[in-house]
Structure formats: structure tokens, C-alpha cells
């Protein structure tokens, strides 16, 4: 997880790619939980990837 340090909004990214990451080596739970790092995150910046993660994550817990 990150520990916010510098930029919250270029840590959420990084969580995000790091979810990718997770998600293309079949580690299905990494991915999620990097996600919902990062949706946090955006969240409290008031951002709408935080909407479209919420999305991403809910579908994939939903499949899974």
C-alpha cells in the first residue's frame, strides 16, 4: 500500500498500475486491494476515478 507520501493523487495512480500489474499475473485479490487503496484515495481528492475503481473492483468481486 502506499504511505501517501508526495503526491496523494500520483500515489493513487501508482496503486493503480500496481493493481494492473497484480491483475495480468492472475493475482485477482492484489489487484483488488490496490484498487480499493487507490479509489480511497481519489476519493478523498474529490476525483471521479474513484466512482470508476468503486466500479472496477465491485465487478471483479462480483466475478470472482
Excluded: M, T
Excluded at 503526491?7 to 496503486?15: G, I, M, V
Amino acid at each position: 500500500a502506499s504511505d501517501e507520501v508526495g503526491d496523494p493523487y500520483e500515489s493513487a495512480r501508482a496503486l493503480v498500475g500496481l493493481g494492473e500489474i497484480a491483475l495480468q499475473a492472475g493475482n485477482v485479490e492484489v489487484a483488488l486491494e490496490q484498487w480499493e487503496a487507490a479509489a480511497l484515495l481519489f476519493a478523498r481528492l474529490g476525483s471521479p476515478a474513484a466512482d470508476r475503481l468503486s466500479a472496477r473492483v465491485a465487478e471483479l468481486r462480483g466475478a470472482s
